[in-house]
């Protein structure tokens, strides 16, 4: 029956509940991100059974709680444990002014998946990783889903189908056409900037550009981003072809809102990647299978790719891209960033 939803949808549905503060039911638990959870549901979910707060390993090691399940933590909620506590240990934004917050209980043994299945929703509702569950039976009116199929499906590649073209004089390049991306599992499309008219049949000029509002939009001197998009633009003009892909992942893919919970974090004194362990993600949560599946819309299958960052040209390999050059992609170093470029030259093997 075709207006029942897919899987898909459903999961769509459940990342819009959780971001709204509604529970979900995920296999025998009925689960809710405590970043958006209020008092009264919290005491309604209270009182169907004893809550466990599912975290991350990342976020469990900052917290030292012992991690006993591959990749996550079951803290035992205890019975004082209330808003703010759970806040505070989903939430590193007061861990060096309250750092004691346990000893924290974690369960050992017993089924992981629903726990699992509940983390991974939350991080693709870019949400911080940290969800109450309890055991229950099934509550009608709620988003209902099953661990093993959801985790299938999150992790598997949205078909993705073009919505609109049309021409897009730049200030870099004038003959040049803006493309936008729609994925068929409700989530956030991505653009193309096809400059000139590149043949189909010879690598293209290409760059894989992650969103950055601070950088990209807003000048931002923290981050390369500004002006690696400006440059890439620039010698695609100059060249008169080239391919941008605008991939909306914003902060390594965690969102805007974790990203600023990232930057206080390293305001604090703590770089790129330990602000993001520290907020219970890993250091890249970005699936660039995307970026190959709009270059094959495109029609193009071999590229000269303008990065720095070898994680992308293994990936477009692994996809069946051809990489037939790495193009850097080196901006100027300022005293806000030099400490971030340092970090991902050191830790996230950029080629700076
Ligand atoms: N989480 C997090 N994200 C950041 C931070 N600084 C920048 N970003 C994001 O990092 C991403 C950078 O994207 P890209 O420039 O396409 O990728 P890259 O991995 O730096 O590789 P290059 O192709 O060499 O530029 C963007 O999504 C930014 O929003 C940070 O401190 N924390
Ligand atoms: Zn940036």
């Not at 390993?57 to 444990?81: F, S």
């Not at 007061?94 to 043994?109: A, E, N």
């Not at 050059?325 to 080196?330: Q, S």
Request: glycine share 8%.
């Amino acid at each position: 029956m075709s207006l029942i939803p897919t899987l898909a949808e459903t999961i769509s549905r459940a990342r819009a509940d959780l971001r709204m503060g509604l529970p979900v039911v995920i296999g025998n638990h009925v689960t809710a991100a405590v970043e958006t959870l209020s008092p009264a549901r919290l005491s309604d979910m209270r009182a169907l059974g004893q809550p466990v707060l599912a975290l991350t390993a990342r976020r469990a090691e900052t917290l030292k709680a012992r991690v006993y399940d591959d990749g996550l933590a079951r803290v035992i909620v205890p019975t004082d444990g209330d808003l703010g506590w759970l806040r505070a240990l989903a939430d590193p934004a007061g861990d060096l002014m309250t750092p004691m917050k346990g000893p924290l209980k974690t369960l050992r043994d017993g089924e992981i998946e629903d726990h699992k299945a509940a983390l991974a929703l939350a991080k693709s509702a870019q949400l911080l990783p940290a969800m109450l569950m309890i055991a229950s039976p099934p509550l009608p009116g709620l988003t209902t889903l099953t661990a093993g199929p959801m985790l299938a499906q999150l992790a598997s590649e949205a078909a993705i189908a073009p919505v609109a073209a049309a021409r897009l004089p730049l200030l870099s390049a004038e003959r040049s056409r803006l493309h936008i991306f729609r994925p068929d599992d409700g989530g956030t499309e991505h653009y193309a900037i096809e400059i000139g008219d590149p043949p189909r049949d010879q690598p293209v000029l290409t760059r894989l550009h992650s969103a950055c509002f601070t950088g990209d939009v807003l000048g931002s001197l923290k981050c390369d981003c500004g002006p690696q998009l400006q440059s890439a633009l620039t010698a695609m003009g100059q060249q008169g072809a080239g391919v941008l892909l605008y991939l909306n992942q914003e902060g390594r893919g965690i969102g805007l809102a974790n990203k600023m919970r990232a930057y206080d974090l390293q305001n604090q004194g703590f770089d790129t990647v330990e602000a993001n362990h520290r907020l219970g993600f890993e250091d890249d949560e970005r699936d660039f299978r995307i970026g190959a599946a709009l270059l094959r819309r495109l029609g193009f299958d071999a590229v000269r790719l303008m990065t720095n960052n070898p994680r992308k040209v293994a990936m477009l390999e692994g996809q069946g891209i051809k990489v037939s050059e790495r193009v850097p992609l080196i901006t100027p170093r300022n005293r806000f960033n030099t400490d971030y470029l340092d970090t991902k030259a050191l830790k996230s093997g950029h080629l700076l």
